[in-house]
Nanobody, 115 residues
Framework: VQLVESGGGLVQPGGSLRLSCAAS????????MIWYRQAPGKAREWVAT????????NYDDSVKGRFTISRDNARNTVYLQMNSLKPEDTAVYYC?????????WGQGTQVTVSS
């Protein structure tokens, strides 16, 4: 299983970014996908989950209405569209898949929200 995130960067408050996570090594369309984030000095926290068919999404209250998780099963990719970004969204963002009894993580992509 391999997960590779991309799309992070430096953005001003109120701006937008779209993160991508390319998956390989497992049957992507059979598994829910999850985004987490970890801010400096804090524990990793859950951000959003999407079901395997993309029919249902759930979000942490801190990002609800601003972030959108989606997936393209033909491309084995999950996305996180982030709008109205705030400085407190600054973190390393990770995608995660729970496959055959264990969690797999990507290497993360840094998102920095600052003026």
């Amino acid at each position: 299983v391999q997960l590779v995130e991309s799309g992070g960067g430096l953005v001003q408050p109120g701006g937008s970014l779209r993160l991508s996570c390319a998956a390989s090594g497992f049957t992507f369309s059979s598994y829910a996908m999850i985004w987490y984030r970890q801010a400096p000095g804090k524990a990793r926290e859950w951000v959003a989950t999407i079901t395997r068919d993309g029919g249902s999404m759930n979000y942490d209250d801190s990002v609800k209405g601003r972030f959108t998780i989606s997936r393209d099963n033909a491309r084995n990719t999950v996305y996180l569209q982030m709008n109205s970004l705030k400085p407190e969204d600054t973190a390393v963002y990770y995608c995660c898949a729970f496959v055959l009894g264990r969690n797999y993580w990507g290497q993360g992509t840094q998102v920095t929200v600052s003026s």
